[in-house]
């Protein structure tokens, strides 16, 4: 009912990424976070991309700068950032897909947390926040702590490669933010997943 | 990191006050009747000496509720024989005629401007003769609760069960469009007066109602990460009582009002604690590598029903509050979770999934014997009517609620046109 009053996000996401983009900062804030619809491998100047999920969930009052927070690029560039900036390779693929009710890694997905692992350890002003999700299926809380599992599974990888503590933090959102919509399996498995979304401080 | 710190503090987080207003927010529809109800003809109450047109029907709103509970079924207002208001105006056989075994005659009158007496009568057609009569105050705000208070006394002189249409529910909704959001509110149970409890950009799960019913225990997402709120309804003031690092999750409000059960994973991976919310003093009751999760509290107080997935797969277990060694309570089927206690201890109603199919089920504690009451394929958080006779739900394949009788006769939903309802929890008997 009250959001007929509010502006609507994509409107102020237009405007502020207009903004941003044209402002230079010395902020380097990474947000990855694969949108609904698009591999994040596939989204130009991936890495630092605007929030497509984030700016969903911004309301059209504040959350919007929450959700736009994309300072690009720089004067000084560093080479984590390039790195992350890589539109190929496994560093691109920053979701991990999981089978239901279940927290364990396929082959390929603990070769791609390795190389993230790696790069981890060897940037140590690069911190990476774990979001575990669950498809819908069976009870909400028990999704999360399913979600906060498959968290729990890739931070273990990475923590093996040499990441240290301090550069990971987890979250479970289990079922609450679906990447994909809808009651099939093509959805669900889409659902289930990790996001590995990155910090450059 | 700067950029990211304002952008925490802004979002929008919205708490508010819940007061007695009158607009619809919920849709409701009886999707399931039930051959056998006992008819019963309410009358539209007298409204001719009032000097202002009476802002709520109060037979149809008793009329609906009766309808809702499965039990009893109103005649249509248009097939009435006749409209009498007082038992003495009744003529027996005009209404057992008309197929109908009780009566509900009525009127209003007024005190003073705004402020009304409520008379009505259950009359016994067979019988012909008065069960019930009362004489209530009302004014303008409260017309709709006095209505619900009527078919509570209906209700329970006919069935012998006391009556919850003079409840509320608590539910989450989240809108699906470009902006998502969040909302926490509370409704009565016929869909009216809904409102906002919270408002976020961030995901709101599980509110559990105190069992004074003037207060919600919730999680909220708000700073990017869960943490466990209790918050006061009529005056909106709220307090965080778990922010741990890991997981603040599933709050269960304890019979006396005393603690909270939650889960937290501070110490390595989802266990039960309970929470004294004067002391804060944090009790852990569970220590398994499994997931154990979902507590709610046997209605004695002395021990809490969970899910655990220590089996392998989720499954319900018991604990004393002092710990222990936990105790199996489901075997049949691969998902059971998220328990919820019917008033009197005797049922857990469940999410039972069984060959991809997840619905309602519910378990007799003594006998161990389940039975599955809906029939939708993603059905979870089973929550019981004050009373036990119906059992609150939401269903993932529609986004809206549903209630069914206990027995799987009767059953109503409810649907928000602003976005998926979900997360019912069908606060106590003194929720209003």
Redesign the interface.
Known sequence: MKANNFIKPWMIAGCLALFISACATTQEEIIEDGPPLDEQSQIGGAGITDDGSGGADASGLDGSEDGGVTAIVDDTPMNAIEMLEQTEGALANRTIYFEFDSAKLTGESIAILETHGNFIAGNGEVSVRLEGHADERGSREYNIALGDRRAQSVRRVLLFQGASTDQIDTVSYGEEKPAAPGHTEEAWARNRRVELIYTVN | ????R???C???VLLLGVMQGGKAALTIEITQGVDGALPIAVVPFDTSRLGSKLPVDIAAIVSSDLNLSGVLKAMDRAALPANPHYSNQVQYPRWRSAGQDYLVVGRVLEESPGVYNIEFQLLDVLKQKQLLGRSMPAKKRNLRSRAHQISDFIYEQITGTRGAFNTRIAYIRA???????YVLQVADTDGFNAQNVLES???I??PSWSPDGKSLAYVS?ES???EIFIQHLATARRSKVSGFR??N??PSWSPDGKFLAL?L?KDG??DIYTLNTATKRLKRITSHRS?D??PVWSTDGNSIIF?S?RSG??QLYEVGVDGGRPKRLTFEGR?N??ANISPDGKYIAM?H?ARGQ?KIAQIERETGNLTVLTDN??D??PSFSPNGKMVLYAS??TGSLFAVSIDGRARHKLSDQ?GDI??PVWGPFDSK
């Open positions: 990191m700067h950029i990211k304002l952008a925490t802004l979002i929008g809108q699906n469009d470009a902006a998502r959001k950009d961030e995901p799960m599980s997402f990017k990460r869960p890991g997981l999750g599933a889960v994973s991976n989802p997931i999760t979902e899910t997935d797969s989720p998902y979770s998220a999410v999934g997840y394929a993603l979870e958080s993932g394949d602003a979900r997360e």
